[in-house]
T-cell receptor
Framework: EDKVVQSPLSLVVHEGDTVTLNCSYEVTNFRSLLWYKQEKKAPTFLFMLTSSGIEKKSGRLSSILDKKELFSILNITATQTGDSAVYLCAVYSGNTPLVFGKGTRLSVIA | DSGVTQTPKHLITATGQRVTLRCSPRSGDLSVYWYQQSLDQGLQFLIQYYNGEERAKGNILERFSAQQFPDLHSELNLSSLELGDSALYFC??????????????FGPGTRLTVL
């Protein structure tokens, strides 16, 4: 069965800190990995990763994929209170359009 | 705003009842996906439609069904509702049916409460 595991489940940091969120996966016929940010309602798209070792970057957020070790990390530098959200990792496999992890709840306190 | 719309925003109903959730995809998107999000299970894929045809099926109960209409909007029908069906139901859309290279954009969700 396809599986996506995120760690930690929750994290509390102070503004200005740098955080690293982890996502490991076991899926048949991996195609791509996506990161989403979910605040109060709908998940909003952050990154899609398909190739190992190529960093995707958007402002203070960046992500990289390791297809050999089957994981991805999402880094957020200089965190702000607006970064507080649940971060979801999801993987496209040959079987299912998207398999989601349970998410990492990030709380950034001033 | 992703461009995906869902109605209603909230729905409260009783066990045994039947409800219909509606989704309109982003302009130009041909695929619609339905997901269920509950506190303990996270986001679970239910079903995908592409240009009116069922494309992929996930953990969708037999009491649930969906369809996509010629104008590409989709409806998710939930029947014989149970307390455990209370959840947030999301619709997402993407440009094509090639899920592995498509970004899915999510609607705001419908919160279903079964009493």
């Amino acid at each position: 069965e396809d599986k996506v595991v995120q760690s930690p489940l929750s994290l509390v940091v102070h503004e200005g800190d740098t955080v690293t969120l982890n996502c490991s996966y076991e899926v048949t016929n991996f195609r791509s990995l996506l990161w989403y940010k979910q605040e109060k309602k709908a998940p909003t798209f952050l990154f899609m990763l398909t190739s190992s070792g190529i960093e995707k970057k958007s402002g203070r957020l960046s992500s990289i994929l390791d297809k050999k070790e089957l994981f991805s990390i999402l880094n957020i530098t200089a965190t702000q209170t607006g970064d507080s959200a649940v971060y979801l990792c999801a993987v496209y496999s040959g079987n299912t359009p998207l398999v989601f992890g349970k998410g990492t709840r990030l709380s950034v306190i001033a | 705003d992703s461009g995906v719309t869902q109605t209603p925003k909230h729905l409260i109903t009783a066990t045994g009842q039947r409800v219909t959730l509606r989704c309109s995809p982003r302009s130009g998107d041909l695929s619609v996906y339905w997901y269920q999000q509950s506190l303990d299970q996270g986001l679970q894929f239910l079903i995908q439609y592409y240009n009116g045809e069922e494309r992929a099926k996930g953990n969708i109960l037999e009491r649930f069904s969906a369809q996509q209409f010629p104008d590409l909007h989709s409806e998710l029908n939930l029947s014989s509702l149970e307390l455990g069906d209370s959840a947030l139901y999301f619709c997402a859309s993407s440009a094509s049916g090639t899920a592995s290279t498509d970004t899915q954009y999510f609607g705001p969700g419908t919160r279903l409460t079964v009493l």
